[in-house]
Each structure stands twice: as structure tokens, then as C-alpha cells.
């Protein structure tokens, strides 16, 4: 039979990271805790790290979205995206209208 799922604490997550950085081998006994989550929360406490000592004016400096450059790019790839479907339209509706007029030639045909 299977274990409900367990939903662990941010404290309870940075114990067992914590003590996975001090080379705890018997963690996943321990704690009764799959290895691969001690090595998934071990990174993310590694990558979190940075955050605790950036100041805030260095936090204040760190781009939010995406700059104008990619902005002004992306802008620039719909605009050629949009005018090639137009194209595509358009030529489809020129088919589409010469094919009327051949269909409506051949039906009034004089004798």
C-alpha cells in the first residue's frame, strides 16, 4: 500500500539541506526522505544562497522583465510573421476569386 503524499516545511527542507552540505551520508534514513529530494533541496538552498547576502541596492539593479533589445526583436519577428500570413491571405483569396470567375464563365456559356 502507498503513503499519502508528504507536503515538508521550508524548515524542515533547509534542516535536511543544511546537513546534506555537511556530508550527512544516512540523511535519507534519517530523515525518511528520498535522496533525490535531499539533492534537489541542496540545490536550490546553493542557489538561494546568493540572495541572503545581495544587498538591496544590488537587488534594485537586477533586470525585472526582459530589455528593450529583446523587447524591440520580438517586435520585429511578429511584425514579419504578421506580414507574411497577410500575404498568405491574400494570395488565397485571389485564387479563391479566379476560380469564381472560371466556375461562373464555363456555367453561362452562350450557344
Excluded at 541572503?52 to 537586477?62: L, N, W
Excluded at 533589445?69 to 491571405?89: H, N, P, T, Y
Aim: some cysteine; hydrophobic content about 35%; glycine content about 4%.
Amino acid at each position: 500500500m502507498r503513503r499519502p503524499r508528504r507536503n515538508h516545511t521550508a524548515k524542515f527542507k533547509s534542516t535536511v539541506a543544511i546537513a546534506a552540505l555537511k556530508g550527512d551520508k544516512t540523511m535519507a534514513e534519517k530523515y525518511d526522505v528520498h535522496a533525490n529530494e535531499i539533492t534537489q533541496w541542496k540545490t536550490q538552498l546553493l542557489e538561494g544562497a546568493l540572495g541572503v547576502f545581495t544587498s538591496p541596492a544590488e537587488k534594485r539593479q537586477e533586470p525585472t522583465g526582459p530589455t528593450v533589445k529583446e523587447m524591440q526583436a520580438k517586435i520585429g519577428q511578429q511584425a514579419l510573421e504578421i506580414d507574411c500570413q497577410a500575404r498568405s491571405v491574400v494570395s488565397t483569396m485571389r485564387a479563391q476569386r479566379n476560380d469564381r470567375r472560371h466556375a461562373q464563365a464555363s456555367c453561362h456559356t452562350l450557344p
